[in-house]
């Protein structure tokens, strides 16, 4: 497969179905990222013990519930807080 694609014999329709596929890439790999961001924060602060039943404890259950949270809670206060400011300078 020839990897020099000539975007220019693209129709527009193509351009546009070709950009859609670009930013759900962008968006999967941003959640991925998140996802992998949130795995560690947790992990590190969390889990105490090592894992030999297959399951966390209590308290490592409790502590996970709480960082997912709260690593939520901060994800949606940004992104709010982007959106004001996205807002007020008319973008």
Known sequence: MDSNID??????????ELQQLIMQEQQQSLLNKTISDLTDTCWKKCITSR???GKLDRTEESCTANCVDRFMDTQMSVLK???ELRGENGI
């Open 7 to 16: 975007l220019s014999k693209l129709t527009d329709t193509d351009k546009k």
């Open 51 to 53: 894992i030999s039943a």
């Open 81 to 83: 807080h982007l959106q």
